[in-house]
């Protein structure tokens, strides 16, 4: 069966807070027949299935399969918010963990759980432990019976040695830490998943529609493409649509990151989620609910996760070989020492939990942030990637520069002023629709001068145009002939396209226009050289009279007249000597050499292709973005490697020390959630990190 007849499932799964709890799902949800792939997203909080539509399972038998695994499926998505409240519940659990912890080590140290063992019988106080640790118990037998050791089974083990020696106040410690461990690791991930919730609430749930001669409300995704929609002040936009009537300032922060609101009018393309200051809109919808812009822009970031690094599936291996590695470290400490306290406790104190999250949460967080900004990163794998990236290619037209020439230059030739010049031209270019009359327009609006029709016009196909204005015959064509203007040659050096403008047959104006660089370019290049980005490199299919001044200009090598197989060559060339390359277009004409780079980024304003193909998209065209978003990426990955390492030393001093007996179980079972704390600390820094270089 191919693939385009497969069918695609979103679950929604409660109760997962580390890679092993989603690997479990994943396990649990490919055994189920008719499944063919699984992708859990811990984020998201969801799975997304590839099913055989012929055997396609029922809800019922997923439920079943997720429930069996010891996690839930909920009735609808989970959707908690970041509330105050839930801030103080965070604050509350960080308080008890602390007044607890201080009630055990003191505990521990005048003796007190000896008298306490000594009080009640052991019958209660057994009792009292399954009781506490039910829920957990009941996931590690779970798990056992599956053929799966889960981060808990140790301690689990732990408790019930406790038990066997009469420890039960030990026994009942250690349950309290592991559940209080599920809280931490539950309140760590949440806290990633922040941004993809705030992400998600930004998108209306009902829009106003006219049907029948009548305006009514409906949900957002029940809207079908051709309606009419109205939105007032105030409210966000939920479709993607045209503007038929109204005009209004509009926030598009949301998709985009830009804080400076735009105007729209009659004709021109919105955006679902931009949130409309002033004025009011009717629109002509084209794209309703997931279908949207934002709509994929949230499912890409939401799927961000199935696209892991190296890092991530490295953790995940470290965690399946670490248990047992623990287990054999407690077996020897037994055999060696005949303590059983001190075996208990190096069970006890081993947790894996703080290795699965150790590089999960920062992704998360580093995607979230970046996602808040304007900035869509489709995985993990992208960001390592970037972070270790050598050479950058850039294409030119759309990317480097506008996209559309701009007049750069008029150079008065009969003692005209250079205003009086440009009127006359933007008034033989009246109502010609080619780009270079279009950039004389501009030229003439910005100057505020008045844009008035001509008498008659003609066009010289392959040539220019012809005007009669007051009454003066005015001529506009290019000019071939270098040699007969001094400023001529200088302007043809630096890639202009030159005009020749005759008043009444004779030379009157020269006039240059060029494809102009975007704004803060330059800034944005030397930011990545300081970031030690040595080899930048110009390819295009433009001519090279027309790229190589610029890339002389922005200090960069060049290649020109590429066609798009050419540059795939070029990308394959860099990649065989070792390189990795990051490609850098606008997301149409670049699509296979975006594709073919370690990482293709698209400055594409959310086009369709942009979205489709590139691994990185900046839906705002600044260029202050790219440099910030290198530095992201190495952050993230430093960040990723002092978790790894401060959660590796902690649990070998740990180990060490439990063997050793320094360490008792009750204090060990204190320790084991403090790494997923420092976890947390750690990678919230990129969670509230604004891109920057600085």
């Not at 006359?424 to 001068?449: D, N, V």
């Amino acid at each position: 069966m191919s693939a385009t007849e497969m069918k695609t499932i979103e679950l929604p799964v409660e109760g997962m807070d580390c890679a092993e709890c989603a690997r479990h799902v994943a396990q649990a949800l490919e055994n189920v027949p008719g499944v063919c792939q699984v992708n859990v997203l811990l984020g998201a909080q969801k799975a997304i299935l590839t099913v055989d539509p012929t055997r396609s399972p029922s809800p019922e038998t997923l439920r079943r399969a997720v429930e069996a695994a010891g996690y839930r499926v909920p009735a609808v998505s989970a959707s908690t918010s970041d509330t105050p409240a839930a801030r103080r519940i965070g604050a509350l659990l960080a308080l008890v963990f602390g007044a607890v912890l201080t009630v055990v080590v003191l505990g521990e140290w005048l003796g007190l759980f000896e008298q306490l063992t000594e009080q009640v019988p052991l019958p209660v106080g057994v009792g009292l432990v399954v009781l506490l640790g039910y829920p957990v118990f009941r996931q590690v037998v779970q798990g056992l019976l599956r053929g799966r050791i889960l981060a808990h089974t140790l301690m689990s083990i732990g408790a019930l040695a406790a038990l066997l020696v009469g420890a039960w106040p030990t026994a009942a410690v250690v349950v309290f830490f592991m559940r209080i461990g599920d809280y931490v690791e539950r309140f760590t991930t949440e806290q990633a998943r922040r941004a993809l919730r705030g992400l998600s609430r930004l998108m209306p749930r009902t829009a106003r529609v006219e049907r029948g001669g009548e305006l009514v409300e409906v949900a957002a995704e029940a809207v079908q493409p051709g309606e009419v929609v109205l939105v007032r002040p105030g409210e966000r936009v939920p479709v993607d649509g045209e503007v038929l009537e109204g005009t209004a300032t509009l926030d598009t922060s949301a998709l985009t990151g830009e804080s400076m609101p735009a105007e729209v009018g009659p004709g021109d393309v919105v955006w679902a989620a931009s949130l409309v200051r002033q004025g009011y809109l009717r629109l002509k919808a084209t794209r309703t609910g997931t279908a949207t812009t934002f709509g994929r822009i949230l499912h890409l970031v939401e799927t961000a996760e199935a696209n892991r690094s190296a890092t991530e599936r490295l953790a995940d291996r470290f965690s399946v070989y670490y248990l047992p590695v623990v287990a054999v470290v407690a077996l020897g400490t037994y055999l060696l020492r005949g303590d059983v306290m001190a075996t208990v406790a190096v069970l006890v104190v081993a947790c894996s939990c703080a290795f699965a999250l150790a590089t999960p949460v920062a992704v998360l967080a580093a995607i979230g942030a970046a996602a808040r900004q304007g900035i869509v990163i489709k995985g993990g794998r992208y960001l390592e990637t970037l972070a270790k990236a050598d050479v950058v290619l850039f294409d030119k037209t759309g990317t480097l520069t506008l996209g559309r020439p701009q007049l750069t230059d008029l150079v008065p030739l009969d003692g005209r002023s250079a205003d009086e010049l440009l009127a006359l031209a933007a008034a033989a270019e009246y109502a010609s629709e080619h780009p270079l009359a279009e950039a004389i327009r501009e030229a003439a609006h910005l100057r505020s001068l008045p844009l008035r029709p001509p008498e008659e016009a003609h066009p010289l196909p392959g040539v220019g145009i012809e005007a009669r204005i007051d009454g003066h015959r005015v001529r506009l064509q290019r000019l071939s002939d270098l040699d007969r203007f001094p400023e001529a040659a200088r302007l043809a050096a630096e890639g202009k396209t030159l005009i020749l403008m005759e008043v009444d047959g004779r030379p009157a104006a020269l006039l240059a226009a060029a494809d102009t660089e975007r704004p803060g370019l330059r800034e944005a290049l030397a930011d990545l050289r300081r970031l030690g980005l040595r080899h930048l490199e110009l390819l295009t299919g433009d001519h090279a009279r027309t790229a190589e001044p610029l890339a002389r200009r922005l200090g960069l090598r060049c290649r020109a007249g590429l066609l798009p197989d050419d540059k795939i060559r070029i990308v394959c060339e860099y990649q065989a000597q070792g390189h990795t390359v990051v490609m850098i277009g606008d997301g149409i004409n670049d699509a296979p050499a975006l594709l073919q780079a370690d990482v293709g980024i698209a400055m594409g304003s959310g086009t369709d292709v942009a979205l489709d193909t590139a691994a990185i998209v900046l839906l705002r065209d600044d260029w202050r973005q790219l440099p910030a978003l290198f530095h992201l990426a190495r952050r993230t990955r430093r960040t990723i490697a002092v978790n790894l390492g401060f959660t590796a030393l902690y649990n070998l001093i740990g180990l060490a020390l439990a063997a050793l007996g320094y360490l008792p179980p009750v204090l060990a079972a204190a320790a084991q959630s403090l790494p997923d704390l420092g976890i947390l600390g750690n990678s919230a820094r990129l969670l509230r990190a604004r891109l920057s270089v600085r």
